[in-house]
């Protein structure tokens, strides 16, 4: 990493609760989403450079395009347009977490490059702006905080005082088209979610219980596995487990990290193949 090399954090998001309330004329989904980020996640370093320059390194560099398509590239082009900044950028991403999982992945790596640019250009932009047209759920991976996600995603309540979590992120290998899930989907026009106010994790886990992710029935239909990695959660102890975003990433709520790196051992022990990562929704910025 150069000296001038900015380092973001692309967190994983875990979607606690994702109702699909309706669907817009354009086919993009209507959606109430209580969202939060981890500790865990994969890493951006952008820096200014002779010429254009793009690395992958990391557990799941097998699996990341290296073209045009790539969100990474796709958040450097649009700033670019958006500002006039044509300066050149030696862009590395580390890919610790697996792709098309549910989990932000790409989303909040073209997130982080746009914090890393917004540091780094005194252009101005309107940043949630770029970050909608990249996807849904950049603009949450952008603010990277604990929100109410309306809209298709874009419209941010952010939370102060929800409760730190304890998490296990179990993935059992399986990537799974988010396009395909929502069409999967039996019903569009479901319930809100309910009036959001805890106070601590158990309150937390209460209000969970009557909530739902409306893409889990679908995505199990297609991969049943998620069903597995959710029963190994629950028999290391998990006090609640759910699907996150468009599957297939399962999370599990435990009294504690210490707790949560147990089980997360006990499942990678008995799952070598499986993602399987302990972690937490506090990190520093
Ligand atoms: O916006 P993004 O590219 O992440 O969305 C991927 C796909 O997921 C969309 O093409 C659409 O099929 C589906 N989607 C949706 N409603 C949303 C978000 C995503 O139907 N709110």
Not at 33 to 40: D, N
Not at 49 to 78: C, H, K, M, T, W
């Given at each position: 990493?150069?000296?001038?090399?900015?380092?973001?954090?692309?967190?994983?998001?875990?979607?606690?609760?994702?109702?699909?309330?309706?669907?817009?004329?354009?086919?993009?989904?209507?959606?109430?989403s209580l969202v939060v980020f981890c500790q865990t996640g994969d890493r951006i370093s952008v820096s200014p450079s002779?010429?254009?320059?793009?690395?992958?390194?990391?557990?799941?560099?097998?699996?990341?395009?290296?073209?045009?398509?790539?969100?990474?590239?796709?958040?450097?082009?649009?700033?670019?347009?958006?500002?006039?900044?044509?300066?050149?950028?030696?862009?590395?991403?580390?890919?610790?977490?697996?792709?098309?999982?549910?989990?932000?992945?790409?989303?909040?790596?073209?997130?982080?490059?746009?914090?890393?640019?917004?540091?780094?250009?005194?252009?101005?932009?309107?940043?949630?702006?770029?970050?909608?047209?990249?996807?849904?759920?950049?603009?949450?991976?952008?603010?990277?905080?604990?929100?109410?996600?309306?809209?298709?995603?874009?419209?941010?309540?952010?939370?102060?005082?929800?409760?730190?979590?304890?998490?296990?992120?179990?993935?059992?290998?399986?990537?799974?088209?988010?396009?395909?899930?929502?069409?999967?989907?039996?019903?569009?026009?479901?319930?809100?979610?309910?009036?959001?106010?805890?106070?601590?994790?158990?309150?937390?886990?209460?209000?969970?219980?009557?909530?739902?992710?409306?893409?889990?029935?679908?995505?199990?239909?297609?991969?049943?596995?998620?069903?597995?990695?959710?029963?190994?959660?629950?028999?290391?102890?998990?006090?609640?487990?759910?699907?996150?975003?468009?599957?297939?990433?399962?999370?599990?709520?435990?009294?504690?990290?210490?707790?949560?790196?147990?089980?997360?051992?006990?499942?990678?022990?008995?799952?070598?193949?499986?993602?399987?990562?302990?972690?937490?929704?506090?990190?520093?910025?």
């Amino acid at each position: 990493m150069s000296a001038q090399a900015l380092a973001e954090h692309a967190p994983a998001k875990i979607n606690l609760a994702l109702h699909v309330t309706g669907q817009r004329a354009d086919g993009y989904h209507l959606l109430e989403s209580l969202v939060v980020f981890c500790q865990t996640g994969d890493r951006i370093s952008v820096s200014p450079s002779d010429e254009d320059s793009f690395r992958v390194s990391g557990r799941y560099v097998a699996d990341v395009p290296i073209d045009g398509g790539n969100l990474v590239l796709r958040a450097r082009d649009l700033f670019r347009e958006a500002t006039g900044d044509g300066r050149s950028l030696s862009i590395h991403l580390e890919k610790n977490l697996p792709v098309a999982s549910g989990i932000g992945g790409g989303s909040s790596d073209a997130a982080a490059v746009l914090r890393a640019l917004r540091r780094l250009s005194p252009a101005d932009c309107d940043w949630p702006l770029l970050a909608l047209k990249l996807g849904a759920d950049v603009p949450m991976c952008l603010s990277a905080k604990p929100a109410i996600a309306r809209g298709v995603g874009e419209e941010l309540e952010t939370l102060d005082g929800l409760p730190v979590l304890a998490l296990v992120l179990v993935n059992p290998g399986v990537g799974v088209s988010t396009p395909a899930i929502f069409k999967a989907l039996a019903t569009r026009e479901n319930p809100p979610l309910p009036k959001l106010q805890v106070r601590d994790q158990a309150g937390l886990i209460d209000w969970l219980r009557e909530t739902r992710n409306d893409l889990e029935p679908p995505a199990l239909a297609f991969a049943p596995t998620i069903g597995v990695a959710q029963d190994a959660l629950r028999s290391v102890g998990a006090e609640f487990m759910r699907m996150s975003g468009s599957g297939a990433t399962s999370f599990g709520i435990f009294p504690s990290l210490d707790e949560a790196e147990t089980a997360a051992a006990e499942i990678a022990r008995r799952e070598p193949d499986w993602f399987v990562q302990a972690t937490t929704t506090e990190f520093a910025r």
